[in-house]
């Protein structure tokens, strides 16, 4: 079946770059998504991929696609102490019922 | 963007008691909407997909008579632990998806759930 993964957890420095990184399983996923979770809160989208592209980038978020290795990633550049939370990459496909797929999440710790 | 809006945010029952969850859609109709579990620490679990005017279709593990789901209209389903017991005890979130092949999915707040 399905499977998304990520590494549990990442602490980095404020004003230093964030990496999170996301592996897959289903090559028929057409849409990859960060999602950034606070405390006690829903999810929020951060921003999302077509399977067709390669690099997406959003103000301070820049997003890898190597589909080849079934490999995404979320870099968030200049990373400040708000952006402490877990943050979670989840696939769907356009066919049925369009359900998601989530990772386990990685917990990043922002270091002031 | 578009509002998804769960009430109550917070819980407590007693053991044995029902208790109803309500996720709205609020600027946007939504003819699919999934709930999630969420145990400390760990991934969203999918229990189920909401389909208006249909069956909820539900993840293999999930009870349908324990966790019934209901999608009344466009902008509301209601998920109802019944019968529920402290192991039950969870953070719930549902998310609504726009529509059209681009949809996006967005989520509630989430229902922190104690059953004592």
């Known amino acids: 079946g399905e499977d998304v993964e990520q590494s549990l957890f990442l602490s980095v420095r404020e004003g230093d770059s964030s990496v999170i990184n996301c592996t897959y399983t289903?090559?028929?996923?057409?849409?990859l998504y960060w999602y950034k979770q606070e405390p006690g809160a829903g999810l929020q989208l951060l921003t999302y991929?077509?399977?067709?592209?390669d690099m997406k980038q959003d103000q301070r978020l820049t997003v890898l696609l190597n589909k080849k290795d079934k490999h995404l990633s979320l870099r968030i550049a200049d990373t400040q102490t708000g952006d402490s939370a877990i943050y979670f990459c989840?696939?769907?496909?356009?066919?049925?019922?369009?359900?998601?797929?989530f990772g386990t999440g990685t917990r990043l710790k922002v270091l002031a | 963007g578009a509002v998804v809006s769960q009430h109550p945010s917070r819980v407590i029952c007693k053991s044995g008691t029902s208790v109803k969850i309500e996720c709205r859609s609020l600027?946007?109709?939504?003819?699919?909407m999934f709930w999630y579990r969420q145990f400390p620490k760990q991934s969203l679990m999918l229990m189920a997909t909401?389909?208006?005017?249909?069956?909820?279709?539900?993840e293999q593990g999930v009870e349908k008579d324990k966790f019934l789901i209901n999608h009344a209209s466009l902008t509301l389903s209601t998920l109802t632990v019944t019968s529920a017991h402290p192991e039950d005890s969870s953070f719930y979130i549902c998310?609504?998806?726009?529509?059209?092949?681009?949809?996006?999915?967005?989520f509630g707040e989430g229902s922190r759930l104690t059953v004592l």
């Open positions: 991929i077509f399977s067709n592209m």
């Open positions: 600027d946007f109709q939504a003819t699919t």
């Open positions: 998310s609504a998806r726009t529509g059209g092949a681009a949809g996006e999915l967005f």
């Open positions: 989840a696939e769907s496909t356009l066919s049925g019922t369009y359900k998601y797929i």
């Open positions: 289903d090559s028929s996923s057409t849409y």
């Open positions: 909401s389909n208006e005017g249909s069956k909820a279709t539900y």
